[in-house]
């Protein structure tokens, strides 16, 4: 194994969900947009749980990258 | 139709970067064929299975799933998850200790280097039998893959510019509409083709798992916000009417489930057991106990999977079809109107599937009378009807991983079987490592262009669309049989399996052309040579199809084998189950591949069950 791709995953889901995450605090009031989500504010909720799913993975493959580098 | 807000274009590219930089950050350890063909070989399970998933997914899956759930309702979850899972068990279990070879060897004998490691299906096929099944195979193979590739960018291309994704860039490129296509078309395999470049396998099989998590999140809101629309589960049940599958199984009687049933498994062992664009991904794992667990986690994730990208369809046909409306409302004593416009062929569809629509954008009406619909656009009109912008974004971005990791594994399949089995084992011999390496690169490059061409005359010619299904028929499921007889029969012999493998396409093509579904013209969908019988639908003479050439090729390769010269004993060592080092037993019953298998199978039925 060339690196742990969890790094990589963590990295790219930590990045999707923070900008997810911003971007449903700044549109929270805007009812219009959500009304397509049925007046959910889905960018805000869906950031969160990519946002820890990608630290949660980041964590792990730190781990395991540490573990390989000792190999 | 909206165009993509600032924050969906930020998401794609974020999404974009990391496919590069997979490629980049592997591009110095790519110093040897095997490590950009193989991965080094080094490769952990769980990754693989993950890599193995990804590649399955493709544009066509992706899309004919959505496809299949709004045409023949809650049963094509069955369907799609125990026409597959049985098949991946069984290759997990039995085939990969064959195919991954070598290692389980090489622990016996040390001294003696593992000389037949298979890198590919062809390899091992001309280990297993000769030098000629090998080059028809991985002739067949790579024309195959080349052309699959090129129509499931057809397939995503197409659904881009309905979705008017890249409808910014061509405009201030200044492109006419069908430079629209081009376009849709040609950035996804100009960046597949670079971190392929960059990185081979390694790259691929990272990208496929980053990518099949960004499918299942790109699409996860969306179902769960479309179940919440039609009232929950208990309101899916209520809403959809008696499907069509369970009717069409009823008025044809027992024979037809049992043929569903055959023809499932067939279907599944031909891609799971068959097909080296999956397989690839397990047979660069680190050691044969990875390989056999590859296919397994595949198979634990495939039901959820499955039933991920059903849903979609099945909600699409549930909901209310949009209408042209006028809603007329009084604002102190200003009286304003407030049209809706709904194309005809939207209108004229059921729920938010539309109709096809003709040149002039009117529906188009099916042999029936009713319209034809297209069932492909279910998935991405839920993503454009559910998905607000922000998460648009990201169902775009899973739209374009799910077409980049089934492009992906056909590109280092081709590069691979070019590589090892047509350049290595017939034109040079005794070529030097760092030439097979410059080579699998154009090899590469060599397949995208293949594919890019494949893409431009489905582009010309709508029909070569549904050919698809006839070469899987014609190079796939004469294969499996071959590959069964070869892995389990000692006494299976080269000829016997060249002959089978001709005599089962030839079936194929004779059933194709003789069979005509009802209500088609004769042509690409059948009865090219005379209308014989006519099967129920495109579905039944597909399978029938790939049963008949599986069939086939079974009986003529066992029947050629047992009048030819069987191979030796000593050379079938390590390349027929029964003469390969069974990988010992260790550690507690339940934590074998056994146990873990028969786990992922109830689970799948009982999973089924609820859904039939």
Redesign the interface.
């Known amino acids: 194994m060339f690196y742990d791709p969890r790094i990589s995953l963590g990295m790219l889901f930590t990045l999707i969900g923070t900008v997810l995450t911003a971007f449903g605090v700044a549109t929270r009031s805007n009812a219009d947009m959500y009304a397509k989500s049925l007046g959910i504010d889905a960018n805000l909720w869906w950031g969160l749980v990519l946002l820890v799913f990608g630290i949660a993975a980041l964590v792990l493959g730190r781990r395991g990258q540490i573990k390989l580098e000792k190999k | 139709m909206p165009n993509l807000a600032a ?1 969906d274009s ?2 794609l590219l ?2 974009g970067f ?1 496919m590069l ?2 490629g980049f ?2 591009k110095p ?1 790519m110093t040897s064929g095997q490590q950009f063909m193989q ?2 070989r ?3 399970s769980w ?1 693989c299975g993950l890599a193995m998933l990804g590649a399955s997914l493709g544009s066509q899956e992706l899309l004919g799933m959505g496809a299949a759930g709004a045409r023949y309702g809650m049963a094509s979850v069955a369907f799609f998850a125990l026409g597959s899972i049985p098949a991946m068990l069984f290759a997990g279990l039995f085939l990969m200790p064959v195919f991954y070879g070598s290692n389980s060897i090489a622990v016996e004998s040390p001294q003696k280097p593992s000389t037949f490691a298979a890198r590919s299906i062809p390899e091992y096929l001309g280990l297993r039998f000769d030098r000629k099944t090998r080059l028809l195979n991985a002739g067949m193979f790579a024309a195959m893959s080349a052309f699959s590739a090129g129509i499931a960018l057809y397939a995503m291309g197409r659904v881009f510019v309905a979705l008017h994704i890249f409808d910014q860039v061509a405009g201030t490129l200044n492109l006419p509409p069908a430079g629209t296509l081009l376009l849709a078309m040609a950035l996804p395999a100009a960046l597949v083709l670079a971190y392929v470049l960059l990185g081979g396998l ?1 790259a691929a099989m ?1 990208n496929q ?2 990518q099949f ?2 499918i299942v ?1 790109g699409l996860l ?1 969306m179902v769960l ?1 479309g179940l ?2 039609i009232g929950g589960w208990s309101g899916l049940k209520a809403a959809i009417p008696p499907n069509a599958l369970h009717a069409g199984t009823r008025s044809l009687g027992a024979g037809a489930v049992v043929f569903a049933v055959g023809a499932g498994l067939v279907l599944g062992g031909a891609t799971w057991c068959t097909d080296f664009r999956l397989l690839q991904a397990a047979m660069a794992a ?1 050691n044969v106990e990875a390989a056999r667990k590859a296919p397994m986690i595949a198979a634990a994730l495939r039901v959820f999977v499955v039933i991920v990208l059903i849903l979609p369809g099945l909600i699409a046909v549930v909901l209310p079809t949009p209408h042209t409306s006028i809603v007329i409302h009084n604002d102190n004593g200003v009286i304003y109107h407030e049209i809706t416009v709904v194309p005809p062929a939207v209108e004229a569809g059921s729920g938010l599937v539309p109709a096809k629509a003709d040149a002039d954008g009117k529906p188009q009406m099916g042999a029936d009378g009713h319209a034809a619909l297209d069932y492909a656009m279910s998935t991405p009109n839920m993503l454009l ?7 648009l974004g ?1 169902g775009m971005t899973a739209l374009l991983a799910c077409l980049m990791g089934g492009v992906a594994a056909s590109v280092t399949s081709f590069s691979t079987v070019f590589t090892c089995d047509i350049f290595q084992a017939f034109l040079a011999k005794n070529a030097a490592d760092k030439r097979l390496l410059a080579v699998a690169r154009w090899a590469a490059v060599g397949g995208v262009l293949l594919a890019f061409g494949a893409a431009c005359a489905a582009m010309r010619f709508n029909s070569l669309f549904d050919a698809i299904v006839l070469v899987f028929a014609v190079v796939n499921a004469p294969l499996f049989a071959v590959l069964m007889l070869g892995a389990f029969w000692k006494r299976a012999t080269g000829h016997g399996a060249f002959a089978g493998l001709i005599a089962g396409a030839a079936a194929a093509l004779l059933h194709h052309g003789l069979a005509l579904p009802r209500g088609e013209q004769p042509g690409i969908r059948g009865g090219w040579i005379a209308v014989l019988h006519h099967p129920a639908s495109e579905l039944a003479l597909g399978l029938g199809t790939a049963m008949l050439a599986f069939l086939v090729s079974l009986l003529v390769a066992a029947a050629v084998s047992l009048f030819t010269k069987a191979a030796l004993r000593e050379d079938l060592q390590g390349l027929v189950f029964s003469l390969t080092a069974r990988p010992s037993a260790i550690g507690p019953r339940w934590k074998r591949p056994e146990a873990m298998a028969a786990a992922i199978l109830l689970a799948a039925i009982a999973v089924s069950l609820i859904f039939i």
């Not at chain 2, 009807?385 to 998460?391: E, K, N, R, S, T």
């Open positions: 924050t930020l998401i974020i999404y990391f930089t997979a950050s592997l350890a991965a080094g080094a490769m952990p990754l390694g990272y798992a980053l998590c960004l999140a809101p916000l919440k629309r680190k009807q559910f998905l607000p912008a922000g998460l990201l």
